[in-house]
């Protein structure tokens, strides 16, 4: 029987904005190739758009109708079969999308213990401002929030026509993130496999 440790981690990477004309699927594209380059990650590109969630949440205790359970099918398991997570996220009014807000409180057990990095991209703050205001949210949902990020500033002109970033700098800092997300992932992994996390 392999070790847990032998597969590659599981990487769910959301795109967290819904607005049309959104830059997003161009960062998570760069994203996705850059995952595909090494061999201790493979990812999943969850789409808020592609897979919108309802936003109507029922009582304690009420049954989701089958509409909302049809819409939340397309999105719960592959965030409980993550072993980590990329949040791609723009910055809106200094802080992040309803969407992806919308997609953090629908889950609860799929977060927990498990690693949760960033990229962001804006205007001048680059979408920082967005990430700070997640790093509590997912705490309160028992996920590890990795220090290191990738941002983009004024990222309309940072990338080439194919979707690749300008300055080779990202490269660098995108390495960095992934490094210690694959830190964390496998530490953690191992963590809840040796005991189930009860947070």
Known sequence: M???????????ALVG???DGRFGPVVADW???????RDDME????????????????AFGQQLPDEQRALLGAVTPRLADADAFVIITPEYNHSYPAA???????????WHAK???????????????AV???????????ATTIRNTVSFHNYGDKFD???VPLDPECEVAVKALLDQLAWWGQALRAARAARPYTG
């Open 100 to 110: 992806l807000k919308n997609a953090i409180d629908w889950h609860n057990p799929q």
């Open 132 to 142: 700070e205001h997640l790093r509590p949210v997912l705490a309160e949902v028992h």
């Open 2 to 12: 392999s070790d847990v440790n032998d597969s590659p981690l599981r990487v769910a």
């Open 161 to 163: 026509p194919n979707g």
């Open 115 to 129: 690693p949760v990095a960033f990229v962001s991209y804006g205007g001048i703050s680059g979408g920082l401002r």
């Open 43 to 58: 990812v999943d590109i969850v789409d808020l758009v592609e897979t919108p969630l309802p936003t109507v949440m029922p």
């Open 31 to 37: 994203l996705k190739d850059r995952i595909a380059q």
């Open 17 to 19: 904005s819904t607005r």
